[in-house]
């Protein structure tokens, strides 16, 4: 092959991104700086960072025979899973709480305590006289936990009988218009009404208060 039908194929091998010295592959400095890093010696424990080709960040923790890789951002996501998964009123000097049990999660989300440790204020507030103090006031959140559900329902309720909405069927396409049931005047006069009074009673009741009404 002539010299001239060299040169045109390799300008074509160029175009076509298949030449030898672009198929190449070459090792530059981040490359060796990263194989350097990647044969280092590290400790049991040592924990350092990594990047990417990419620009992405890792975190790197040497473990007894292998090392741990996550994203330098994970620890923020795992601290906010911790926080979740918390029991900040736990009574131990050293919490030992998993929450894995049902009654753990429900107590956590009441006192912020495991079920066991709850049962052991319990017990320490009985033994101080004090437990139906401690019974009342807890009957009495939950009660008003109650009613602000209840609350959100009545104004949920209002905005479906008193609002029209359109609807569309996926299968054919057709739009479906409702209508209001009633007009929001004619909601406050009946429901809401009926809710007010409702919700006056049961505050009177929860505090103890008489009612001539009823």
Known sequence: ???????????????DGTHKFQTKKIVGFSDAE?????????????????????????IIEQRDG?????????????????????????RKDVCTCVGTHQLDQQM????????????????????????DEYEQDKIRKNALA???DAERDVELLKQTYTESA?????S???????????????????????WDKFKENFIKRLNGESNENN
């Open 1 to 15: 092959m002539s010299k001239k039908l060299q040169n045109i194929k390799a300008v074509q091998q160029m175009l």
């Open 34 to 58: 990263k194989k350097s890093k990647q044969s280092e010696h590290h400790d049991v424990g040592d924990i350092w960072e990594e990047t990417d080709s990419n620009g992405n960040v890792y």
């Open 66 to 90: 292998f090392r741990i890789r996550k994203t330098k951002n994970s620890n923020i996501f795992q601290s906010v899973r911790d926080e979740l998964r918390a029991f900040p009123n736990c």
């Open 166 to 170: 359109k609807f569309v069927s996926n």
């Open 108 to 131: 956590r989300n009441i006192h912020g305590m495991c079920f066991d440790c709850v049962i052991e204020m319990e017990h320490e507030l009985k033994s101080a006289g004090k437990y």
């Open 172 to 194: 054919q396409g057709i739009t479906e218009t409702w209508t209001a049931k009633m007009t929001p005047q004619e909601f406050e006069e009946t429901v809401q009404k009926e």
């Open 146 to 148: 109650w009613l602000r």
